[in-house]
């Protein structure tokens, strides 16, 4: 062990050293640096700094900096609170404001910005989001069709990278889509079915109890209550998310869902719809209307975003909402409007319907777990006959051809079985409720116009049916959502990057050393520079031993 030689400084506010001055009198701060210098270079260099007892109404306020200690003695770091350590800031990129407002707060309250080590190992093996996305800008529609699959392309693709971690759960928030809307357009038009099954003459004979009407109604509210408050919640803490949604080329059509179920529900009301206030139709109506300028100006002249090259079955739910608001205006006692927006629906209609029926061959096959949204070109028609029967007063020429169309596609896709074999759950079953639902109550209506054996008995087939599929489908959602706990999976669809990764990009990447390494070297460099020299820093100035 080579000798020691302990050098002692004692500093008692002498010249060099600002002093307190308080009240008139100078007041000195005594404290002292004991150095322990090694006989030979290769030993360690030991700082000690011991300050005296000083009373604590003598406590300096002036600006005199730390010693700060350069060498091999390791200085204790400081402590982060628990809050910056245990926040997961990976999902930050699609919170609102895409996270930038809680990095303010953070660095308001002297919180470390520093990412987890978890995740500077992850960007070690992947590309930063830096080079491949950009966070102000969401992916093109092109962009989704090549980078999802599967039901309602929410499948990623195995040669896409999703920006979000794909081996864990997400927070609920974001898992929730807005298609979860399907389920308050399915129970809701039970109500208006039951109403309608209790109001009609023509189904005087079934004896329907109103009560019936009033459970069904009410269950329907709280439904969509809930569903409600959910979104809002999602759109408040995680706008990124739904705007990417509203992006989404099949997502976006349910966002005409909230409306539709809510003209459901004021259209099933235990109530005559002509004793409503007509404030409430045009409260519902007007976003519905900024919705067809927005998605109808995209099929007509956006180039990513034309019809032809997003048309899916989904799409009819931008179409029926115009069918569904001239219905209930018709019976609240309107007249213009309802025909305003039954000819926008129809016009439309017949566009989608043809799109549809050529798929051009540059459109990819819809997966088979797709199916079921095909039941959706039933609704649109049978709805349009309802529509356009109250608005004429009689279930005339022009409200048979419609529902006649929406009959024949109806019994052509019930007869196709093999279509719908083999499927797992998820919340697109939802759309065989609502269209059904909706063939039955034309039928009921069609039945009160043209009444004998046949039409009775379908109509009460056919609504019996709906019925049937709305327990069904309501069973098994409570049974997946509560038992098994798979009904909302991670939602990667709107996790697909901005654009796809250069291979260029991608091999300077992994060329990039590790933290790992890089640590190990800075620490490997430090230590050969603590060999031989102990800087001490008092502000500035730098004095070595």
Known sequence: MAPM???????????????????????ETPFSVSL????????ETKLGVHHLAVPLRQARQHSLPSPAVRGSAEVPAVPRSNTARKRDRRFDRLRTFSGRLDRQLSTLRGLSQELPAADLERGSAKISEEDTDDDHDVPTAGRYFDALEGAELDTLRSTEVAVLPKDELW???????????????????????????????????????????????????????????VYLLKVVF????????????????????????????????????????????????VPILCLDLKIYGQWMSSGERRLSKVANPSNHLAVVGNFVGALLGARMGLRELPIF????????????????????????????????????????????????????????????????V???????????????????????????????TSVALATVLYASEVNNMLTLTLAVGLSGIAVLTVIGVLATTVYHAFVCG??????????????????????????????A????????????????ESPVIYGHERAEC
């Open 5 to 27: 030689e302990n050098i002692v400084v004692q500093m008692d506010g002498k010249p060099g050293f600002p002093a307190d001055v308080v009240g008139g009198r100078t007041m």
């Open 36 to 43: 322990s210098v090694p006989a030979s270079p290769s030993s």
């Open 171 to 229: 927070p609920f928030l974001l898992r929730f889509p807005i298609s979860a809307f399907g389920m308050c357009l399915g129970v809701s038009s039970q109500a208006m079915l039951w109403k309608t099954l209790e109001s009609e003459p023509s189904m005087a004979f079934l004896r329907v109890c109103p009560a019936a009407n009033h459970v069904l109604w009410w269950i329907s509210v709280a439904l969509t209550a809930v569903v409600s408050i």
């Open 238 to 285: 995680y706008f990124e998310a739904v705007r990417r949604e509203f992006h989404h080329p099949v997502r976006v059509n349910f966002f005409f869902a909230p409306w539709v179920a809510c003209l459901f529900l004021v259209k099933g009301v235990p109530r005559p719809e002509w004793e409503i206030h007509h404030l409430f139709w045009y409260f519902l109506m």
């Open 341 to 404: 927006f039954f000819a926008v629906g129809l016009a439309h209609y017949a566009v989608l319907f043809v799109t549809l029926y050529q798929r051009l061959p540059t459109n990819k096959q819809l997966p088979k777990e797709l199916h079921p949204v095909f039941f959706l070109f039933v609704a649109a028609p049978s709805v349009a006959s309802m529509a356009w029967a109250r608005i004429s007063g009689e279930f005339n020429n022009g409200a048979k051809l419609l529902y006649f």
């Open 406 to 436: 929406s009959l024949f596609l109806y019994v052509s896709l019930v007869v196709r079985v093999n279509l719908f074999r083999g499927l797992r759950f998820s919340l697109a079953w939802w759309a065989y409720t609502f269209p059904m």
């Open 486 to 515: 798979d009904l909302f999976p991670n939602d990667v669809s709107i996790a697909i990057k901005q654009k796809r990764p250069k291979f260029s990009n991608i091999l300077a990447h992994l060329r990039l050393p590790t933290p």
């Open 517 to 532: 390494s890089s640590s190990s070297s800075s620490a490997n460099s430090r230590t050969t520079s603590s060999i031989g």
